[in-house]
């Protein structure tokens, strides 16, 4: 784990209606890598992003789906997704902006 660099931890962000609309609350939703944690995941962010600060990290761990293809069975990849909060004197991230 400690083998992780902070621009290995965000792997992209989640682009959807429900992270469109939290984005009014100042949170942003990431896929971020399996073994990274919360503390890892707040210094990537603000490492990532000058000027920003991370008041929380809330994370979410998915397991692969199953699959079939004829009588074979499989999973799919587990995923981790992480939603940051920023603080209210923080700068927005830039990414998110004129979507």
């Keep these: 784990m400690a083998d992780i ?15 469109m ?8 939703t990431f896929m971020v890598h399996v073994d990274a944690n919360k503390s890892m995941i707040k210094e990537a962010v603000e490492k990532m992003f000058p000027g920003t ?5 809330n994370t979410m761990n998915c397991e692969g789906k199953t699959k079939r293809r004829g ?3 499989g999973k799919t990849a587990a ?10 004197d923080s ?4 990414i998110f902006q004129g979507l």
Excluded: C, H, Q, W
Aim: charged content about 35%.
């Design 21 to 28: 609309n939290a984005m009014g609350d100042r949170k942003y």
């Design 91 to 94: 700068k927005e991230i830039e």
């Design 53 to 57: 600060k991370v008041a929380s990290v």
């Design 79 to 88: 995923s981790k997704k992480a939603i940051v909060k920023l603080t209210e």
């Design 5 to 19: 660099k902070y621009y290995d931890v965000i792997l992209k962000p989640v682009i959807t209606e429900k992270s």
């Design 71 to 73: 009588m074979t069975f």
